[in-house]
């Protein structure tokens, strides 16, 4: 499965948009870019997955590049509860479901 | 209720004692694994079952075991537990469906060897 590579953390401020971007430069066709959250003591938890260009849900936008060698997470508007790391990851189509998780990106929301 | 399960959530013991977490779910999910999680690092995969009797080693599957005698219930056991096995553990389910679904983890054992 391709590695991936992220910034081990990021500060922000309540109400702003935090983008958090993913390298994973050897991604094969057959892979998905999906992203997990995880609060202290807590499992990790799904946010959002996409194959190529953009996704959107409740929680957050997933913008891919045509070449899908990197991605980037965006949190609109992030609040205090938005703390936690996030980690991206590469998961492959009748690969068994293994997940390979890297450090991920510890996010904190300040005042 | 929580649809993913471990028991317990908390485990002190001592070196040479012989250990065994729990994990039971409800949602149906054929799809079983086991991680830990070492502070400040991303999870890692120790075992995994596709289906009952169906047992996958993971990355770094020495000095455990698993047991998977039903669908809804997925056990790791540490026979001999060492120090360096102290560690977050995390047990997830996922469908059948499709490799690349959502993987739905419980809140986690925290295991202390001494």
């Known amino acids: 499965l391709a590695k991936t590579t992220q910034p081990i953390s990021m500060d922000s401020y309540e109400g702003q948009e935090v983008n958090i971007t993913c390298s994973h430069n050897?991604?094969?066709?057959?892979?998905?870019i999906t992203w997990y959250q995880q609060f202290p003591s807590q499992g990790p938890r799904f946010i959002i997955q996409g194959y190529k260009t953009k996704v959107t849900n409740e929680v957050a936008s997933l913008f891919i590049p045509a070449d899908r060698k990197s991605s980037t997470l965006s949190l609109p508007r992030v609040s205090l509860s938005d703390t936690a790391v996030y980690y991206c990851l590469v998961a492959r189509e009748n690969q068994g479901g293994k997940l390979i998780f890297g450090q991920g990106t510890e996010l904190s929301v300040k005042p | 209720d929580a649809d993913v399960t471990q028991t317990p959530r908390n485990r002190i013991t001592k070196t040479g004692k012989r250990i065994m977490l729990e994990c039971s779910q409800t949602?149906?999910?054929?799809?079983m694994y086991w991680y830990r999680q070492d502070p400040g690092l991303g999870l890692r995969l120790i075992y995994y079952?596709?289906?009952?009797?169906?047992?996958n080693k993971g990355e770094i599957s020495d000095g455990y075991s698993v047991s998977r005698q039903a669908q809804a219930k997925f056990s790791l056991s540490l026979e001999s537990a060492i120090p360096n096995q102290t560690a977050l553990y995390f047990c997830?389910?996922?469908?059948?469906?499709?490799?690349?679904?959502?993987?739905?983890f419980g809140p986690g054992t925290r295991l202390t060897v001494l």
């Open positions: 050897n991604i094969a066709t057959n892979d998905y």
């Open positions: 949602k149906g999910h054929d799809r």
């Open positions: 997830a389910t996922q469908t059948a469906r499709d490799s690349t679904d959502t993987q739905y």
């Open positions: 079952s596709f289906d009952v009797k169906d047992i």
